[in-house]
T-cell receptor, first 112, second 111 residues
């Protein structure tokens, strides 16, 4: 069974630029999560989708971050404009509803 | 905030059992304990989870105390590839599947 796919794996941008990350969850998983992991810390949940609806986006900085999952499968997370403090690894995870989450490899973002 | 407390770091000799403790004294009756690990530059990897009973799979064993206020993850024969950050997580709410990660324990397996 294929795991969670993410791209790109690495991205370097200048502050105030925009960036987008893509996630393809495990086939059949209704729930998709985006996490932010700052160096030396555990992952922090940004947003949770169930199918194409948002379940929890309470920790998403909505002034600059946005996410969508239009057809209930793939998802994109966007940052516009990026700040230095957005440098982190962005992790996508999926689950069969509220069951065990399985994580992708992450996208490492560096903002200069 | 995370509902768990773990030691910051631990060492283990290769081939020996690694016992990673976790305190979760405020756990509620329907909240599961999950363990993940994260090897450098990879996404977190699911290991095991449990509610009340001890659990075992091909990777590890999970021992949960009777009062459910603490648990121990056991890697029976640690190898160098088990060097990672291990996260003990109490899953908040059975309806959301939400995980709140703490700082985890950095396990160093030494030859």
């Amino acid at each position: 069974e294929a795991g969670v796919a993410q791209s790109p794996r690495y991205k370097i941008i200048e502050k105030r630029q925009s960036v987008a990350f893509w996630c393809n969850p495990i086939s059949g998983h209704a729930t998709l999560y985006w996490y932010q992991q700052i160096l030396g810390q555990g992952p922090k949940l940004l947003i949770q989708f169930q199918n194409n609806g948002v379940v929890d986006d309470s920790q998403l900085p909505k002034d600059r971050f946005s996410a969508e999952r239009l057809k209930g499968v793939d998802s994109t997370l966007k940052i516009q404009p990026a700040k230095l403090e957005d440098s982190a690894v962005y992790l996508c995870a999926s689950a069969h509803y509220t069951d065990t989450q399985y994580f992708g490899p992450g996208t490492r973002l560096t903002v200069l | 905030d995370a509902k768990t407390t773990q030691p910051t770091s631990m060492d283990c000799a290769e081939g020996r059992a690694a016992n990673l403790p976790c305190n979760h004294s405020t756990i509620s009756g329907n909240e599961y304990v999950y363990w993940y690990r994260q090897i450098h530059s990879q996404g977190p990897q699911y290991i095991i989870h449990g509610l009340k009973n001890n659990e075992t799979n091909e990777m590890a064993s999970l021992i949960i105390t009777e009062d459910r206020k603490s648990s121990t993850l056991i890697l029976p024969h640690a190898t160098l590839r088990d060097t990672a950050v291990y996260y003990c997580i109490v899953r908040v709410g059975s309806n959301t599947g939400k995980l709140i990660f703490g700082q985890g324990t950095t396990l160093q397996v030494k030859p």
